[in-house]
Every structure is written in C-alpha cells, then in structure tokens.
C-alpha cells in the first residue's frame, strides 16, 4: 500500500510541489457550502455552534478541533462537529476528451496533475474532494473522498483515466447541477474546445451556487502555431480529415479565433464572479496553483 502511494504520488505530486501546496491550501478559500455538517464555519449572521455529532480523527486533521475529553474516556480521537458548520466539496472536473492526449508533455498530463493538486489541498484541509472525467457528458464519476487517507484513491482515479472521444462539456455540467443535492467548488480543467453552448451551461452551475474556477490547458503551438504550407490535419475527436494551407492570412485568422475564446472565458469569469486562468503545459503548475488560488483572471 506504502509503495503504491509513494508511485502515485510521485508521478502526480513531487515532494517539491507537496510542499507549496501545503502552504496555498491555507489560502484556498471555497465561496460554495454544501449545508451538509463538516468542517468549516458557516459565514451566517446569528446562530450559535450547537454540538451535534463526533467524527473519527483522519491524520491531516486540525488537532484543535479534538474531542480532548472523549479521548481520554475512549482513548480514540475524535473531531467535534457543529449544527452551524457545514461541509465542503470540491468537484474536479477533467476534460477526458482525446483532443486533451496533445502536446509534450501533454494537456492531459498537466491537467491531471493539477486536478492532483487541488484534490491534494482539499483533502489536506478535511474537506471532500471527487473526479468527475468530462467528455460527451461524464463519462466516469468517483466516489467523493475525504482527508489525507483518501489521497490515494483520488491519485489512482486521476492516474487512470484515458483520453478519448468528443467533447460536450455543457452537457456534463448540467448533468453536475442536476445531480448536485448541494452546491460546492468546481475546478473545471479544459482546453474548452468546445464548440457546446458552454457559456449557459456554466451560467446554470453559478447560478446553482458552484464556486467556479476554470483552468485552460494549452500547449505552446496552439498559442503560436509553427505551421507552413499545405497540411492535412486530422480531428482528434472525430477522425475528420481537414485539408489547409497555412499561410500568414490562415494563422492570423487562426490567432483572432483563439484569442476570441479566451476573452470569451474572461468574460464569463468576471461576469459570474468566477476563477479564469490559462496554463500553458510547458509552464511551472505551481505558478497555476497560486494563480487559481489567488482568484485570478488571466
């Protein structure tokens, strides 16, 4: 089990990067709650913390919040839990399309690896965390995890998962709405080509009370394209064979249309009070991390 870890771990999470994780998830602030009891304080005007239940201690877990006194009488730790808390949960939601098996290394990688990262945060904190694999829909949903002793089986979700098929990322966000008894943070972690009514899907999630980040993943060429002359390009998701000639007029048109999408998402972000960061897969992801933690809007 050790062994198992420790190679899961190291193929998503460095000891490096560990490390400054456990620094940002004290930063990580998550605007939804679920209404179910847990570990965070409500933000409620009036209202006393009412007692109302224990819940064995998982390592990773505040100490203050230990029953000191039911320690003594059990000799087992438990936590104190609240009427006036309410639980947390962190939806990470991964673009598992085959347009994300692109680049070196690929988009797929880094977003598994980032997915890795606040799945690592969240559970660190005593909050639920759960993988939810987007493609024509969702195409595989894990059971929610909580703490440190959950790590293992959010990394080995995220380690396999395969990239394949289309895209419909609007669908599989309304279907998390649907099927949502209680709202939570939503990481979505996508190159977002998507040509869905994506903008009204994420309208709903918002709408439904969601703390949304959204992380586009790309790699270097599609930003800058080093393309030139005749090519037959091949969809990724759908097998079609496109023939172009890429001359100056075809990048820039290209270039325009890229550039389109991303202000698209800026502005979805700040219209819905949401997280937009762009992560390119050759870049440092604990740059992305602070990014997304920080709330910004690339």
């Known amino acids: 089990m050790q062994e198992a870890r420790s190679e899961l771990a190291s193929k998503l999470l460095d000891p490096k990067f560990v490390r400054e994780l456990e620094v940002l998830r004290r930063r990580l602030e998550v605007r939804a709650r679920s209404g179910a009891s847990g570990e965070h304080a409500a933000r409620r005007r009036g209202g006393s913390a009412e007692f109302q239940e224990h819940r064995p201690y998982s390592p990773g877990d505040d100490l203050r919040r230990i029953d000191w006194a039911a320690y003594a009488r059990t000799d087992e730790p438990v936590l104190k839990l609240f009427r006036a808390e309410e639980d947390v949960i962190v939806r990470l939601v991964i673009d598992a399309s085959a ?52 790590l293992l089986a959010l990394l080995r979700s995220l380690a396999t998962m395969t990239p394949r098929g289309g895209t419909d990322l609007s669908r599989a966000l309304e279907t998390i709405v649907r099927k949502s008894k209680r709202p939570g943070m939503l990481l979505v972690v996508s190159d977002f080509f998507d040509s869905g009514p994506l903008t009204t899907a994420l309208g709903r999630v918002v709408a439904a009370g969601h703390d949304v980040s959204l992380v586009q993943i790309v790699a270097p060429e599609e930003i800058e394209p080093a393309y030139d002359g005749d090519w037959a390009l ?50 440092p992801l604990e740059g992305v991390v602070r990014r997304i933690v920080s709330r910004s809007i690339d």
């Open 234 to 283: 091949e969809d990724a998701e759908t097998g079609a064979i496109v023939e172009v000639t890429m001359d100056a007029t075809a990048l820039e048109a290209y270039a325009l249309r890229f550039a389109g999408l991303c202000e698209e998402l800026r502005q979805v972000a700040r219209r819905h009070r949401a997280t937009y960061v762009r992560a390119r897969t050759d870049e």
């Open 99 to 150: 347009s994300l098996d692109f680049g070196t290394p690929s988009k797929f990688e880094a977003a598994t690896r980032l997915a890795a990262a606040f799945g690592y945060m969240a559970l660190a904190s005593s909050e639920r965390a759960q993988v939810v694999a987007a493609g024509e829909g969702i195409v595989r949903e894990e059971t929610p995890v909580r703490g440190r002793n959950g």
